[in-house]
């Protein structure tokens, strides 16, 4: 009996240290995160709005994809991968990811908006989120385990301030790790970053998109087939586009060897699409998004964004 006290007294205790630690770790991880989609969101609004009131700046955009690929070459070397970094320290951690990851792919996305480019900011929130948790691996010591949870707070914590969407954030950080998997010791610390990014970042003077839905469907046989039947859509578009990008890039790697170059031909093929099918299609693609819950898109619009 004495035994079986003592027992869940140390259980408690280790836990007790287990939430507080993590605790104290996840704010310090939300609270920055959750600054830094803060500004980029700031910086992407600004991007975006002199762009349209200035559309004959998409003409530079190869110039842009120059200077981008240029600061990475000189400065962001061992930054390179991107959003594999991440995953590949997450799985098998063997070094600090620089902090420079943050900077770069901010800078760098808002240039790339700025002219006309193309590019999701789920990408440039995780990997800031990522490099900025992992900054604390320099000053206290995690294990193996404990630094893989710390990168995924990250990550958790960029996805989900960006997005104003913390559920989605935490269960995309557990999951992009662990394929059809999840480590339990893992949702604690990965919800708190999320939830505490996402209050930080409503702090500051933004607004995250809102979708208006008129009505819900009624729940029936008829409506659910179609859900199924899109979801399946869905998920082959998706593993078309990651097949096309993947293509894409092995492509331009082969015949472009200097790295400056091939976002400079990228640059002219996107702005060239800009004016000759519209300028709806650039930057980010939000109004049209808003716009398709009380306007029927055509089936064009999105095999246009797509390309």
Known sequence: MINNFFNQLVSKQFYTIFLVRWTIISFFVGSLSGSASAWFLIFLKWAGKCRNENIWI????????????????????????????????????KKIIPFIM??????????????????????????????????????????QWERKVLIMCGISAGFASVFGTPMAGAIFALEIIFIRKIKYDAIIPVLMSAF??????????????????????????????????ASVLFGLVSVGFSVGMNLLSSVFKKHIKNMLFRPVI??????????????????????TIVESFTKQQGGEVFAIKLI
């Open 196 to 229: 505490i990014a996402n209050y930080v970042c409503d702090l500051w003077p933004i607004t995250h998109t809102h979708y208006q839905i008129a009505s819900v469907p009624s729940f029936n046989f008829q409506n659910v087939s179609l859900v199924i039947l």
């Open 58 to 93: 998409i003409s530079l955009l190869p110039l842009a994809g120059f200077l981008v690929a240029l600061s990475y070459k000189y400065l962001g070397k061992e930054v390179q991968k991107g959003n594999n970094q991440l995953i590949e320290e997450v799985q098998q951690p």
């Open 102 to 143: 943050a900077p770069l792919v901010l800078v760098g996305t808002v240039i790339t908006h700025l002219f006309g480019g193309s590019a999701g900011r789920e990408g440039t929130a995780v990997q800031m989120g990522g490099s900025i948790a992992d900054q604390l691996s320099r000053y206290v010591k995690f294990t």
């Open 266 to 287: 990228g640059g002219v093929i996107v702005a060239s699409l800009g004016y000759l099918l519209g300028y709806k299609y650039l930057g980010l693609g939000v109004p």
